[in-house]
């Protein structure tokens, strides 16, 4: 079984619908949450960043961690034909967790594509 | 601010031959990564340095796979010999010191071994 699971689509919405991008993970260790979008043939970057439960909103973008489910999702509004690429959940655990703790693990990507 | 820069951009290799790959991060970023992403898959990680020192090379096939930081800036990744399932892109991240440790990514060398 994988540390962190991602369904990996292809999703395809049209222009202005609401995505629901999700993981779920089995490591308890796991405390920081991000989310990263990935164009074709460049480096992820970071979308959003959480610590332990809870939300956090930015703009048309909505994290969510449930950390007694061990499931995080990623809700895009109004979405856009910009929002096209791969979107990459990941974690890792706290800086006590010895020093290996930058180690990020990934989910495997979910593929969206907005059409106009 | 500049990103983080990788070089080359492609390479086609046939297996059994070597290659290298460089990275040079963010000014001041003290730890660097360098992940292996295979198409389809999310980002594994290979080879975690603080400064020139490694922290976590658990993931690093050691009989092939070889990584330096000198100095503690720039890094070379390096594959002798390459195999056909070494075929991926090669990412290089890098972060500042401390518990958010937000890391930022360079677009990648892509290796396609024939």
């Known amino acids: 079984q994988k540390e962190v699971e991602q369904d990996p689509g292809p999703l395809s919405v049209p222009e202005g619908a609401i995505v629901s991008l999700n993981c779920t993970y089995s490591?308890?260790?796991?405390?920081?949450f991000m989310w990263y979008r990935q164009y074709s043939r460049k480096g992820p970057e970071l979308l959003m960043y959480?610590?332990?439960?809870g939300n956090k909103e930015d703009g048309r973008f909505t994290a969510q961690v449930d950390k007694s489910s061990k499931y995080i999702s990623l809700f895009i509004r109004d979405s856009q034909p910009s929002d096209s690429a791969t979107y990459l959940c990941?974690?890792?655990?706290?800086?006590?967790?010895?020093?290996?703790?930058?180690?990020?693990?990934f989910g495997q990507g979910t593929i969206l594509t907005v059409h106009p | 601010e500049a990103g983080v820069a990788q070089s080359p951009r492609y390479k086609i290799i046939e297996k059994r031959q070597s290659v290298a790959f460089w990275c040079n991060p963010i000014?001041?970023?003290?730890?660097l990564y360098w992940y292996q992403q295979i198409l389809g898959q999310g980002p594994k990680l290979l080879i975690q340095?603080?400064?020139?020192?490694?922290?976590?090379d658990s993931q690093l096939p050691k009989d092939r796979f070889s990584a330096e930081r000198l100095k503690g800036v720039d890094s070379t990744l390096k594959i002798q010999p390459a195999k056909l399932e070494d075929s991926a892109v090669y990412l290089c991240?890098?972060?500042?010191?401390?518990?958010?440790?937000?890391?930022?990514f360079g677009a990648g060398t892509r290796l396609s071994v024939l």
């Open positions: 991240a890098s972060s500042l010191r401390g518990a958010k440790n937000i890391q930022y």
């Open positions: 490591n308890s260790a796991f405390q920081y």
């Open positions: 959480t610590y332990s439960s």
């Open positions: 990941a974690m890792r655990r706290d800086h006590a967790g010895g020093t290996s703790y930058g180690k990020l693990t």
């Open positions: 000014s001041g970023h003290a730890t």
């Open positions: 340095f603080q400064n020139n020192g490694v922290v976590d």
